[in-house]
């Protein structure tokens, strides 16, 4: 693992990023950077956690939007398992889950001290 200091909203973090996936994790700390600092700059939320947690729910949002627009999924073969129970969700559903909580535990990375979100 590759350690790279970013800034974000002005402070600094070490994030731990796997070889040969640093510019990725600078296009993500761009967004999330850009996103916050809209917030913050728009001049109604000064919490530093609440800035990010709006951050984050606009980027999952802006996420399920565009997987709402992208085309279907193909088909599932006859021989795949019953579908989930309504409790299990959909595969989706458990996909979109699987993702924001990949976001919050990124979030939760780049916060550090600053506490947990959830």
Do not use: W
């Amino acid at each position: 693992m590759k350690q790279i200091e970013v800034q974000i909203l002005q402070q600094s973090y070490l994030l731990s990023c796997p070889e040969g996936h640093e510019s990725r994790l600078l296009e993500a700390v761009e967004r999330v950077d850009t996103a916050m600092t809209r917030i913050r700059d728009a001049g109604k939320v000064r919490s530093r956690e609440r800035i990010a947690v709006l951050a984050a729910l606009n980027l999952a949002f802006d996420i399920a939007d565009r997987d709402a627009t992208a085309p279907a999924a193909p088909p599932v073969p006859p021989t795949a398992p019953p579908a989930a129970s309504a409790a299990e969700g959909t595969p989706g559903e458990n996909l979109d889950a699987r993702r924001l909580q990949t976001l919050v535990q990124r979030l939760d990375e780049v916060l550090g001290d600053d506490g947990r979100l959830l």
